[in-house]
């Protein structure tokens, strides 16, 4: 349901990080292309936090819209990865983001990854997020706009057996959460929707987060989820392997007073 490369809501993931050490824990950080295009204004643009080959692949976009989005979700992962890592900003564009597909081992596509941390990207119509953790901690991520209506069998397809009946006629929001839910469980799995949702069962685990009961998978089975502040209009989840909830970043805590010159 979104262009995947894999704040207004409350949620898990309330909290701050300020600093400009390295980080420790699972940390995520949501915003808007638009706002994302701004915060990068006196840096000189989306483009100085970007490989040549990004730049390049961005602008093969025809829409407008389309290049944006592409172009900051990128900006987001690296600079995520780079603040992580203890960084200064404009050290995001020299990182080297490697591929690798889990279900043809392909390295010309499939998941992006840097060195030293785990991450994971999501991007959905105007706004985006990424996640950033330990090397070889599961994280995954999914952001969704909230929509009008669900696709036909989403029901089915999405939700575990024991679930359906707890999902009340016409919640599309609810639905949708089950969704972002499950997605990023699958994404820090490796997995994606080479397994169908329907096959993970979301238990709450308190602290508004649930844990996946999946004993077929074992990369799955076990892992925690919950949701996380986003943009209004949107929903979105962030699952790690850690158990304990992910961490909020703003914008300030990426750029950080005096790490981005003007």
Do not use: N
């Amino acid at each position: 349901m979104t262009a995947d490369d894999d704040g207004a809501g409350r949620g898990v993931g309330a909290r701050t990080v300020v600093g400009s050490g390295a980080l420790t824990g699972v940390v995520f950080l949501s915003v808007l292309s638009r706002k994302l295009e701004s915060g990068c204004a006196p840096a000189g643009g989306l483009g100085a936090f970007l490989s040549p080959a990004e730049v390049t692949a961005a602008g093969r976009f025809r829409r407008v819209e389309d290049r944006l989005d592409y172009a900051a979700s990128h900006v987001l992962f690296r600079l995520l990865a780079a603040r992580w890592l203890g960084l200064p900003p404009l050290a995001a564009a020299g990182l080297g983001v490697t591929r690798l597909c889990s279900g043809c081992g392909s390295t010309q596509h499939g998941k992006p990854a840097v060195e030293g941390v785990s991450l994971s990207l999501s991007r959905s119509h105007g706004a985006m997020i990424a996640a950033a953790g330990p090397a070889r901690t599961p994280v995954g991520a999914d952001i969704e706009r909230l929509p009008d209506r669900l696709f036909d069998g989403f029901d089915e397809f999405v939700a575990a057996p024991g679930e359906r009946g707890q999902l009340p006629t016409h919640d599309v929001a609810g639905r949708l959460r089950l969704w972002v839910a499950k997605e990023a469980v699958l994404k820090a799995a490796g997995l994606g929707l080479a397994v169908e949702p329907s096959s993970v069962h979301l238990t709450p685990a308190g602290c508004s987060l649930f844990v996946a009961d999946c004993p077929g998978q074992p990369k799955v089975h076990g892992l925690t989820v919950g949701p996380v502040p986003v943009p209004e209009g949107y929903l979105a989840a962030v699952s790690a392997g850690s158990g304990l909830p992910p961490v909020s970043l703003s914008l300030a805590d990426v750029f950080g007073a005096g790490r981005l010159p003007r």
